[in-house]
């Protein structure tokens, strides 16, 4: 009953106490039952019909259906409109009941799972349904936790445990989670019975990385965090046992708040479609009007003169009343205008090219054993209308791989190479690696080039020391070393790993931690740092801090961060300094590194325990915690020494830009919106040549003022359109601007980079649309330092006022925001975990699939759509507006031309297979050509293929197709006789001529619209026929005719007949196909000429495309590390019960024989090659710039 009772009343603070079951029943909490099905035996079909008749089709069809049962309206009988409805109903009903019932037994194995739970003074096994809130339970290695516990004790020391998250965020590395010091040694069942401590915290919520409370135990309280306690889905590893305090439940953990409905996306088709179903159902009632008036007037002047024979129904009282019924007669009728089964033919096409997408094995990533996968069926045909593109870049243009390249120490800058005449040489293959075998225990995967670091570190150089022992202590890396030497260092984030890895291996080796100590090898040496205090990271302070106690009784805050903060809080001694190494950060800026200051500082006994007294009292409050500890922290990260900085570098992915040149080409704007310094996102634009020095300009928007940022921004586009059209004809563009015209107009190339602060001020509400103006008449842009918030309201200002499909790329919790507001969210599985590809829409290895997804699946699906589209209302109204031609010689009586039968197979037997084939398979140019003419994809972002001219010429064609379908057999028929001399006189013949000249013609016409025959193809088309032509004679057969006696069957053998429906398929043909050749001949599209290409050489191998080159920039632009640290681990270091006690991680020096390294000696080259075809192969000059393959240019 939790599940019923969870709304009853709102949580603001949750009371919970440990081994009180009577006490926490008061608060009436959830138990730890979950239910994910929807439906059980009883409720299933009422609810489910429910549902699907919530759907307007499927409900105007019902109400169809009951308008049939009128006998005084219907002239169909009523299972012409059941049989399609039912089997709608049916294959939706079937689908939801699996995905239902596979809910269901996921339910039932996770609500019977065991956990062992402290009852009575015993553990007892009870099912994880029965768990309550305030239980004690026992979790052993392994095991997967059954709510949201306290950690309250376990079998490490210092209440130490590992947990895996993977259900949770994707991570498979292990995390840290500690007990408090005063329950960590609760380790008996006994001393478990007496706790009875009361936890006061934050109500239930989804944030899975948060969580604020209060132990109250024994007149004390204590703070509890994150840190301390372990979600429902969590594993238990490395750990023998661990006992927790269940604190949520059931569908109140955090991992059940996570599993809300995602947001429903709707494609700009589907947005079409309803707006078209209801013109054509508008359509349906004028046509049922005319018809209605027509009955009116014919009973009024001539109905009335056969009342002798024909008399008037008792219900039928006047004209005017009869024509209301005729009415009534004719939306029966009519009403396959409005497709019942288009819906369910887009979401099987829809599902098809998704698995087109799993199937593609150019879009699988051997080395992860990753391939492509579409997350959703519901968007295909919208990856073929992308207009922007929103991307973010560590882990996604880059590899998120970081290498330690350069350095500078007190003044020097290490890292460069040079040759016997001092000049700086570049770094190849063949280059030769210092030699670090003296150290035993280094990283043989580690390179460095320049062997004068090595001599200063042993020379003793005071700062060089200083600078490596500061990476060695300065953060939340965990240490494992398995067997003697061998050590493997878990970082949270790959900078983090880098730089440890780098002090290692210059003698400053990172061997343990325990909660209160740091152990390094310092130069063979091993030597023990007390811990006094972590500063932890967070996004706001973008540095983070450690304060130790050095053997020598010393005190020393060691600080790294972003080099703009470092730099605001140096002392005024290191001026002189700060400015040497600001301009060597220029230079690492060049080479796009990523970079991060280093400082330290001396601190005072007395002066540090009055400010460790105020870290704890700080520490322990409930509310507004986070900003008094950043007071406090503020207060002592000041006047720092300089001691120097790294450079880090991110490369890029194999093929970005090959692919950011291929995707500009098919007008898909790019923008980067990264957490980076504007320097380092700068200088990784002109690495992926999305900034160029051939361009005209490249705005850089930095104001820290409102004003500041409007000025820029009006500079900006003033410079671009001139002062006149700036401000003069603002109404004017912003007209121009929304339609795009104007955009394209722009002939020069500008971009646009802006920073976090300026973006903050942009994004407010009379700046945004001058912020979008200005980016739209740019080639490229770029924001910098932006926030996970800041990159969803970006891709939110583009959607609010751009007619344009956009579409979020990226690998890291904080673009999950962003993908999940953009029309597509695609992730990328890639260093920073699983977040960003579990939340997004597509998701695959690396970022040059995505030219193959858009280029190729994305406008194939488009283009496929459209067709099924347009074939399928063509067809349609050909078939249904032969009722309203025939209404005008039948009296306006509202009775049908065709046979019932065929009325009810038509769409779903006789032409369901070959529309359904062609819009699975059908494609205009093959996948080499489409990646080789990315210009082919601007008909999907204009909306060519399909729109409401193309709706309205396909319902004329269908129109006019009626018309001849019914005009030429009535015409035939008035003048035919049989051979014996009588004339064709029966309604029912004409009813065969007219239905199989109207299924050889749709047969026909779907032939002719396709563009790529496959067996698929064949089979369905003369497949349909074929069941068509066997229906019919079995129905006409001497069996069947005793059941179904028609007249029909003798005209089947008049060659006349068969006459007239040649010539009826012929001239319904004949001037489509007209049209088409002729179009094709006099006005080819872009389309068509590739086509005409293609055919001409199917037998010479794929060429790259002539793409002009693109000068590589060497850029002395400054550039910053973007601080890739996540926030918490801080905390969980200082209260000292983080680690894991090894034999081999005690203090000692390391006299262990000396192992030589085995180097990799193929170096990864930055990719400066441009092509629209990785795969292709192109050659790279010399000369610093990009060259491709040339190639006879296609006249267009």
């Known amino acids: 009953m939790g599940f019923w009772r969870r709304n009853t009343y709102i949580e603001k603070e949750r009371h919970v106490k440990a081994n009180a079951r009577d006490y926490n029943d008061k608060f009436s909490y959830t138990d730890n039952h979950i239910k994910t099905s929807k439906y059980n035996v009883f409720t299933f079909l009422p609810i489910n019909l429910f549902e699907q008749f919530q759907r307007v089709a499927n409900a105007y069809f019902l109400v169809l259906l009951i308008l049939q049962l009128i006998p005084e309206i219907s002239s169909l009988s009523w299972f012409t409109t059941i049989v399609p409805l039912v089997l709608v109903l049916v294959i939706t009903a079937v689908k939801d009941a699996t995905d239902d019932y596979f809910r269901h037994k996921s339910d039932k194995q996770v609500n019977n799972r065991h956990s062992q739970v402290l009852i009575s003074g015993s553990l007892q096994s009870e099912k994880w349904m029965n768990v309550r809130v305030g239980d004690i339970i026992k979790l052993e290695n392994n095991q997967l936790v059954a709510a949201d516990i306290l950690l309250i004790c376990s079998s490490e020391p210092y209440g130490l445990c590992h947990i895996e998250t993977a259900e949770l965020d994707g991570e498979t590395n292990l995390k840290v989670r500690q007990a408090l010091t005063v329950t960590s040694d609760l380790g008996d069942v006994t001393k478990l019975m007496d706790f009875d401590g009361e936890v006061i915290c934050e109500p239930p919520n989804n944030k899975l990385d948060k969580f604020t409370g209060t132990l109250y135990w024994r007149d004390n309280k204590f703070s509890l965090d994150n840190e301390k306690m372990l979600l429902r889905g969590c594993v ?153 593109i929103f991307s973010d870049k560590t882990g996604t ?36 690696c210092v030699d670090f075998s003296y150290n035993p225990l280094c990283d043989t995967r580690f390179k460095f080039y320049d062997g004068s670091l090595v001599q200063a570190v042993k020379l003793e150089d005071p700062a060089v020391q200083e600078f490596f022992r500061l990476l060695a202590l300065c953060h939340t890396v965990m240490a494992e070393e398995k067997s003697e030497g061998n050590l493997v260092y878990q970082a949270q984030s790959p900078d983090e790993g880098a730089l440890v890895t780098a002090a290692r291996n210059f003698g400053f080796v990172f061997r343990a931690r325990t909660p209160e100590t740091i152990t390094l090898c310092e130069m063979g040496q091993a030597i023990t740092y007390q811990l006094l205090a972590i500063l932890d990271f967070n996004n706001v302070r973008k540095r983070m801090s450690v304060i130790v106690r050095n053997p020598q009784g010393q005190i020393k805050l060691y600080s790294k961060g972003a080099d703009t903060i470092i730099f605001d809080r140096l002392d005024p001694s290191c001026d002189d300094l700060m400015c040497t190494t600001s301009e060597q950060l220029n230079e690492f800026a060049g080479e796009g590194l990523r970079t991060l200051a280093l400082a330290y500082k001396d601190l005072s006994e007395d002066y540090f325990k009055v400010w460790m007294k105020k870290l704890l009292f700080a520490s322990t409050v409930t509310e507004n915690r986070e900003d008094q500890l950043d007071v406090l922290y503020e207060e002592i990260e000041r006047d720092l020494k300089l001691l120097g900085a790294t450079a880090i570098e991110d490369k890029l992915q194999e093929g970005v830009p090959e692919t950011i040149a291929c995707l500009n080409l098919a007008e898909i704007k790019i923008w980067v919106l990264t957490g980076d310094k504007l320097e380092t996102a700068m200088n990784i634009g002109y690495s992926c040549n999305m900034l160029r020095d051939d361009m005209n300009e490249v705005f850089v928007i930095s104001g820290h003022t409102l004003l500041e940022v409007q000025q820029q921004l009006r500079s900006a586009k003033e410079h671009i359109l001139g002062p006149s059209r700036s401000a003069g004809d603002v109404e004017k563009m912003d007209l121009l601007a929304d339609d795009s015209l104007f955009e394209e107009t722009i002939i020069a190339e500008f971009a646009l980079v802006i920073n976090g602060h300026s973006l903050a001020h942009a994004l407010e509400s009379q700046l945004e649309r001058a912020l979008l103006d200005l980016a739209c008449l740019c080639k490229t842009v770029i924001c910098c330092r932006v926030t996970p918030m800041q990159k969803a309201q970006v891709v939110e200002l583009v959607k609010r006022h751009k007619r344009a499909v956009t579409l979020a790329i990226g690998d890291g919790a904080n673009d999950v925001s962003m993908i ?96 359904l084939a062609m819009g699975l398979f059908d494609q205009d140019v093959n996948d080499q050509n489409s990646l080789l003419n990315p210009s082919l994809y601007t008909s999907g972002q204009q909306n060519l293929l399909f729109n409401k001219r193309q709706f309205f010429l396909c319902t004329l064609q269908g129109v006019g197709t009626s018309f001849l379908l019914f005009f030429i057999p009535y015409g035939a028929f008035s003048v035919m006789v049989r051979d014996d001399g009588s004339h064709f006189s029966d309604q029912q013949a004409f009813a065969v001529t007219i239905a199989t000249s109207l299924v050889i013609v749709a047969s026909v016409q779907i032939g002719l619209d396709k563009h790529y025959w496959t067996a698929v193809n064949h089979l369905f088309i003369w497949g349909s026929l074929t069941v068509y032509f066997a229906i019919l004679f079995t129905l006409q057969s001497d069996g069947m005719f005793g059941i179904f006696p028609s007249t029909a069957r003798n005209c089947l053998s008049e060659k006349g007949v068969w006459l007239v429906i040649l010539l009826t398929t012929v001239v319904c043909v004949v001037p489509g196909l007209a049209v088409n050749f002729l179009r094709v001949l006099l006005f080819p599209t872009l389309t068509d000429k590739v086509r005409r290409l293609q055919q001409s050489r199917k037998k010479e191998g794929p060429q790259g495309p002539n793409l002009r080159r693109v000068v590589r920039r060497t850029s002395s632009r400054r550039s910053a590390y973007a601080f890739s640290h996540q926030q918490g681990y801080g905390e969980l270091i200082t209260s000292g019960k983080n680690m894991r006690e090894s034999a081999v991680s005690s203090p000692r020096s390391p006299t262990r024989t000396a192992h030589s390294p085995t180097w990799i000696e193929n170096m990864l080259k930055r990719n400066n090659e441009v092509s629209c075809v990785p795969d292709e192969g192109a050659g790279t000059s010399g000369s610093g710039y990009k060259a491709t393959e040339q190639r006879p240019e296609l006249d267009l």
């Open 236 to 388: 238990l590893r490395n750990t023998e046992w661990c006992f927790g305090m269940v604190i949520f439940a059931g569908l109140q953990t955090k991992l059940m708040q996570n599993c809300g409905r995602t947001t429903f996306k709707r494609t700009s088709i589907d947005k079409l479609m309803n707006t078209l179903v209801l013109w054509i159902f508008a359509f349906l009632v004028c046509m049922g009007v005319i018809l209605a008036i027509g009955n009116t007037v014919w009973e009024s002047c001539i109905g009335r003169n056969f009342q002798v024979f024909l008399p008037w129904d008792e219900l039928q009282r006047s004209a005017v009343f009869s024509g209301f019924l005729t009415f009534w007669s004719y939306i029966i009728i009519l009403n396959t205008v409005v497709p019942i089964s288009l819906y369910v033919s887009v979401e099987v096409l829809r599902l098809g090219h998704s698995y087109f997408i799993n199937w593609d094995w150019k879009m699988y990533h051997s080395l992860t054993d990753t391939a492509a996968e579409a997350r959703t069926t519901t968007l295909t045909e919208e990856l073929g209308q992308v207009q922007f």
């Open 820 to 915: 999940q507001t953009a029309h597509i969210g695609v992730g990328i599985s890639g260093q920073e975990g699983m977040q960003a590809a579990l939340a997004s829409d597509y998701s695959f290895a690396q970022f040059r699939y995505l030219q193959r997804l858009l280029l190729v699946h994305g406008r194939w699906s488009y283009f496929r759509m459209c067709n099924f589209l347009r074939y399928f209302f063509y067809k349609n109204f050909a078939f249904t507006l032969v009722h309203f031609w025939y209404g005008f010689f039948c009296g306006f009586s509202a009775q049908t031309v065709y046979d019932q039968w065929f009325i009810t197979l038509f769409n779903i037997v006789y032409t369901s297979l070959p529309v």
């Open 397 to 432: 243009l880059t590899q998120n791989i970081m290498v330690f390249r350069k350095c500078s120490i007190n003044g020097q800058t290490y890292g460069d190479v040079y040759d016997e005449f001092d000049q700086k040489v570049d770094i190849t293959e063949t280059t030769a």
